[in-house]
C-alpha cells in the first residue's frame, strides 16, 4: 500500500476550507476532503498558524486560530511543520520579491518537497515551487 498524496497549504486555502468558502478551486478542495477522510495528510506551515492568529486579531478573517489548532489536535491527517532552521534556510534561495510571510510558507513546502496548495499567482509563478491550485 502507498503512502497517501501530502500537501502543504498557505493560508487562505486553508481557512476556505474551514470555512467552506466557493473561493476554493475543485483541485484544492479535493485535497482537503480527501485529508478529510483520511486518503491525504495536510501539512500547515507554522507561518500559516501565525498569520490565522494575526488576521483573526485584526478582524480580516473570522476563522480563529483555536479553530486551526483543534483541527490538528483531532485528526491525523493535519499536521504542523516546525519552522526551523532548515526551513529558513530554503526561504533564502526563494525571490526577494516574494513576502517574507509567504517566503517562509513556501520553504516549508520546497525543503519537505511538498506541493503547495495556494491561488497566489507570485506564489505559483515562483520558480522550482510546485504548488496546487
Known amino acids: 500500500m502507498s503512502d497517501p498524496p501530502r500537501y502543504t497549504t498557505d493560508t487562505h486555502p486553508l481557512v476556505w476550507h474551514l470555512r467552506r468558502s466557493r473561493r476554493l478551486s475543485a483541485k484544492a478542495q479535493a485535497c482537503f476532503q480527501a485529508a478529510d477522510l483520511g486518503q491525504a495528510q495536510i501539512i500547515i506551515p507554522t507561518m500559516v498558524l501565525v498569520e490565522v492568529m494575526y488576521l483573526a486579531e485584526h478582524n480580516r478573517i473570522t476563522t480563529q486560530l483555536n479553530e486551526v489548532l483543534t483541527l490538528v489536535r483531532t485528526s491525523t491527517n493535519y499536521l504542523i511543520a516546525p519552522l526551523d ?49
Open 85 to 133: 532552521e532548515a526551513i529558513v534556510t530554503v526561504a533564502q534561495t526563494l525571490p526577494i520579491t516574494v513576502e517574507l510571510h509567504d517566503r517562509l510558507i513556501a520553504a516549508t513546502a520546497k525543503a519537505l518537497n511538498l506541493p503547495l496548495i495556494t491561488k497566489d499567482e507570485i506564489l505559483q509563478n515562483t520558480q522550482g515551487l510546485e504548488t496546487s491550485w
